[in-house]
């Protein structure tokens, strides 16, 4: 089939696209990106900390709208938190050798899918089965 094979959903990908070992150079664009993803984490935490820290100050008795502020607050930093510890997790998976292969299935993960979330821990196929709760 002329490096070539369907996948998933049934489209034919090409073989740079399968999973094949990264390039070194690949790799370290891909380190790169997540080193500035924890970066940009951080300082997304450190904003909404101080944010929440000086509401906190001027508003002893917050209204409503202060009230569903704090809650966006709380819900941007629980996120930010996530994906930080996704994007910390995928740097010690690359130390230690063992970035880009799905946990579930222990398949290679696709270029394409590293290339969108470097920080993925799941095929495209195990991701969806997670998400559709099998």
């Given amino acids: 089939m002329n490096d070539q094979i369907i996948d998933d959903h049934g489209t034919r990908t090409p ?3 399968r999973g094949l ?3 070194a150079v690949e790799l370290a664009a891909l ?3 997540l080193h500035e993803q924890r970066l940009f984490r951080q300082e997304q935490l450190r904003q909404l900390s101080a944010a929440a820290a000086a509401t906190t100050r001027a508003d002893a008795l917050p209204d409503r709208r202060a009230t569903a502020q704090i809650e966006v607050r709380v819900q941007l930093a629980a996120s930010a938190r996530m994906v930080l510890a996704d994007v910390e997790d995928a740097l010690t998976r690359m130390d230690r050798g063992r970035y ?3 946990h579930l299935c ?3 993960l696709t270029r394409e ?3 969108i979330v470097p920080q993925a821990r799941h095929c495209t196929r ?3 089965d ?3 709760g099998r």
């Fill in 130 to 132: 997670r998400e559709a």
């Fill in 126 to 128: 195990c991701q969806q």
């Fill in 106 to 108: 222990h398949e290679p």
């Fill in 113 to 115: 899918r590293l290339l």
């Fill in 21 to 23: 070992p990264l390039s």
């Fill in 31 to 33: 380190r790169a990106d």
């Fill in 100 to 102: 880009g292969t799905c």
């Fill in 15 to 17: 073989a740079e696209d």
